[in-house]
């Protein structure tokens, strides 16, 4: 659904985007995640046919960035971080005139209106002002602008920043319940606990390049090597000079626990269960140690930097 080959956007003697490469099919979602200043919105107002790339193409919904500009326009929906909303319409009134803005007819505007205040559960006010609706309503009644036309392909730019945790969460399950296997969805956000919950795929970005492009799962592996393991045991403790099983390395201890570094998980914690439990050990507990985002994110822009 997206496709980049060298995307790049340079402004004076600066490239905010150098060599882009990506490729988003139908029914992921990508979060791309950097700095401040990394490029992530600029990358996105190409991919919109906003700006120009100043180097490389880009191909969105079938269409060429610069060669098809309306046609890939059509195919996008678009929420940025100002939202734009106009206070003193009502939600069906500022459905409506973006429904003409992308030349629906009236019949299919006033449905799809109804349809979108529905879905975001904004029916119960249609008429009150957006100036009077909270911050959750506003950012909800903004993705609904970017679904009017239905479009295969949507952009979001910061969709939960500066909102509280319950607005917050809304949003997050709004746009979770938009995957689909026909729509493609674009993330960018700073925040790396809803990335890791929305995200099939998350490109890292620092100074305008990709650092890292892959599933959350893959990164953790590539840049935290391989997973660990907790396991909790009561009362006696391995002897000394207790042997470890093969692919298995210890990477700390404690009072009533051990933890380990597993590259085959499937084949050795049943070994290593079993010999523990053989030696007298009452293993109370087995689990894989949690690594997030963050430790990726952090890892990754560590290697950056050095």
Request: hydrophobic content about 40%; charged content about 25%; aromatic content about 6%.
């Amino acid at each position: 659904m997206i496709h980049a080959e060298d995307l790049s956007k340079q402004f004076g003697d600066t490239w905010a985007v150098d060599g882009i490469q990506l490729d988003v099919h139908p029914g992921q979602v990508l979060a791309l995640l950097g700095q401040n200043g990394a490029g992530k919105t600029t990358t996105v107002r190409m991919l919109t046919s906003i700006l120009r790339p100043s180097r490389g193409r880009a191909v969105v919904a079938g269409f060429d960035v610069v060669e098809q500009p309306e046609q890939v326009r059509a195919m996008v929906g678009v929420l940025t971080e100002q939202h734009g909303l106009y206070l003193r319409m009502n939600g069906m009134e500022y459905l409506d005139f973006y429904g003409q803005v992308y030349r629906l007819d009236r019949a299919t505007r006033q449905k799809r209106s109804r349809e979108l205040l529905e879905y975001f559960g904004l029916s119960a006010s249609p008429k009150q002002a957006i100036g009077q609706y909270s911050k959750g309503m506003r950012q909800k009644l903004a993705l609904a602008r970017t679904l009017i036309h239905e479009p295969p392909v949507l952009l979001l730019d910061e969709p939960t920043s500066a909102m509280d945790p319950e607005s917050a969460r809304l949003v997050r399950d709004s746009i979770a319940s938009l995957r689909s296997e026909k729509r493609t969805i674009v993330i960018c956000t700073h925040n790396l606990s809803e990335a890791e919950s929305l995200a099939d795929q998350v490109a890292i970005i620092y100074r305008g390049r990709i650092l890292v492009n892959g599933s959350v799962e893959t990164l953790k592996r590539e840049l935290l090597g391989p997973p660990e393991y907790e396991l909790r045991f009561n009362g006696a403790r391995p002897a000394p000079g207790w042997k470890l099983p093969e692919g298995v390395a210890l990477a700390g201890e404690g009072q009533s626990g051990l933890r380990f570094s597993v590259r085959e998980p499937a084949i050795a914690n049943p070994l290593l269960v079993r010999d523990l439990v053989q030696r007298g050990v009452e293993v109370v507990a087995i689990q894989e140690a949690p690594r997030t985002l963050e430790q990726v994110y952090l890892r990754a822009m560590e290697k950056a930097v050095q």
